[in-house]
């Protein structure tokens, strides 16, 4: 699922536009240019704010802490909502998935990445709520593309979700983290109260590729 070269590394732009270097130095960035086409977009995480780079656009830049959960899960409700009914998401699912997250923006998604993890969600005739699993380094699990259509806020379905996806992390012996732009606060103050703290502040850029 990832392209290559030398220092810098990118996820298949199909599955996410997330990218990476082993360091933020003029190797690192040689390298990711070589992966990048001009006018693609890619999203990085960085230690610090970004500084211009020739080459480089920059189409969002945001700090974003990264939270990892040290909670019990057992304490967690399994069922904020006792009306709302979980369902698998998948392949068929795919073009509802794209539509939700680019309504409500909880961070890149494209028509594989679903492919990365488990994918649950809740229908009201279309998709309303979706979480799922994204990036996974050793022991650890990303809980990621939690969101609800704007018309279905304040029921629960995020806390609902994320409680099923973080069951299923723990129950195989890993720790549920996640990433959260700073601006957001509602979901900031959701994910403190199930227990997540942070752990690190990064700084988002969405940077597209110029030639």
């Known amino acids: 699922m990832a392209e290559c070269c030398d220092q810098a590394r990118r996820f298949l732009p199909d599955v996410s536009t997330i990218a990476a270097f082993l360091e933020p130095s003029d190797r690192g960035w040689d390298s990711l ?7 693609q977009t890619v999203n990085l995480a960085l230690r610090e704010p970004y500084q211009p780079r020739p080459g480089w656009k920059l189409v969002l830049a945001t700090p974003m802490p990264q939270m990892v959960f040290q909670g019990n899960i057992s304490q967690l409700s399994q069922r904020s909502n006792p009306d709302a009914d979980i369902i698998e998401l998948g392949s068929n699912d795919v073009s509802d998935m794209v539509e939700l997250t680019a309504l409500t923006r909880p961070g890149p998604f494209g028509k594989r990445t679903h492919e990365l993890g488990r994918y649950i969600g809740i229908r009201d005739g279309k998709l309303i709520a979706m979480a799922g699993e994204r990036l ?26 994320m409680t099923a996806i973080m069951r299923q992390i723990c129950e195989r012996g890993e ?30 850029a969405v940077l597209k590729r110029q030639s």
């Open 175 to 204: 720790i549920p983290f996640l990433h959260v732009r700073e601006e957001n606060v509602h979901a900031i103050a959701l994910y403190e109260r199930m227990g997540f703290v942070r752990r690190v502040l990064s700084h988002l």
């Open 136 to 161: 996974k380094v050793p022991g650890y699990t990303e809980v990621s593309a939690v969101c609800t259509h704007p018309d279905h806020t304040g029921r629960g379905y995020a806390r609902l979700l």
């Open 33 to 39: 240019a070589r992966l990048v086409h001009e006018g």
